[in-house]
């Protein structure tokens, strides 16, 4: 595995390339980004995969300070599967001008985490913009547990007219059903046995056999210790308007924030 830290050696990579499927990370690689990697490799003739712990996602007294950091472990695991290259950009690489958001996706990224976490997804919108426009690559995978920012992104590579295919990869869980995500590391073992509870009450609001509010009252009751949005949306607008087709939620546990989703009648 290719292990790049200039854009000189990115550019070859591409060259050689006769297709390029892309997975960019923030690292902590689980089975969930490992589930994105194979589908890469089975897209295009290289697979590659960035890690960049990306400043303007995260806001004032969120944790990018402590966000997971596991660099030998996680290239260990992408050579067992078999990636070409590893890119590992610097924040200078991504931001020479300045550590700042600079797109917003009106619409889909305004509802429910724009609610919340109003920076968020304008910051996700310009590193994917600009590791997009470093890499140049045919196909950019993405998982579905981040159901708003697969669409914010597609969204987004359609109105810069980039000619990528952006594939959303189904939620990998664990063996008890929690959707798998780096922030899983920050739980305790007692936070653990509550955190699984979640999906199965999402699987209740999707079958119809609870409403909102008592899928919100049941997490509370469960030891869920706060909640940001428990709901039924449109799948690409997340609005109450259209179909309502996804049940999301963002829930807390500690410190610890969790999200997941699923499509109704699951």
């Known amino acids: 595995m290719k292990i790049i830290k200039s854009q000189i050696e990115l550019d070859k990579l591409r060259e050689e390339s006769p297709s390029l499927s892309f997975v960019p990370t923030m690292g902590a690689l689980h089975e969930g980004h490992l589930s994105l990697v194979h589908e890469a490799l089975k897209q295009s003739d290289t697979a590659l995969v960035s890690i960049f712990v990306n400043p303007t996602q995260f806001a004032p007294g969120e944790d990018l300070d402590s966000y997971p950091r596991t660099l030998d472990e996680d290239i260990r695991k992408l050579e067992e599967v078999g990636v070409q ?84 990869v189904p939620t990998v869980r664990d063996k008890n059903g929690l959707a798998l995500s780096s922030r899983n590391l920050y739980l305790s073992e007692t936070e653990y046995s509550i955190a699984i509870q979640l999906n199965k009450v999402l699987r209740e609001l999707a079958h119809g056999d609870i409403d909102e509010d008592a899928a919100c009252e049941k997490l509370l009751k469960i030891g869920f210790d706060k909640i940001d949005y428990c709901t039924v949306r449109n799948a690409e607008t997340f609005t109450k308007e259209g179909d309502l087709t996804r049940v999301l939620a963002a829930v807390w546990l500690g410190r610890t924030r969790l999200i997941d989703n699923m499509p109704i009648n699951v």
Do not use: C
């Open 85 to 168: 290259a590893l890119w590992l950009p610097s924040v200078e690489d991504i931001y020479s001008n300045g550590v700042d958001a600079d797109i917003h996706i009106a619409g889909v990224s305004e509802p429910l985490e724009g609610e919340y976490r109003p920076h968020f997804f304008d910051g996700v919108a310009t590193v994917v913009a600009r590791l997009f426009d470093s890499v140049k690559p045919d196909k950019a995978l993405f998982g579905e547990k981040d159901f708003q920012q697969l669409q914010v992104i597609k969204k987004m590579a359609q109105e810069l007219n980039m000619s990528i295919d952006i594939i959303g």
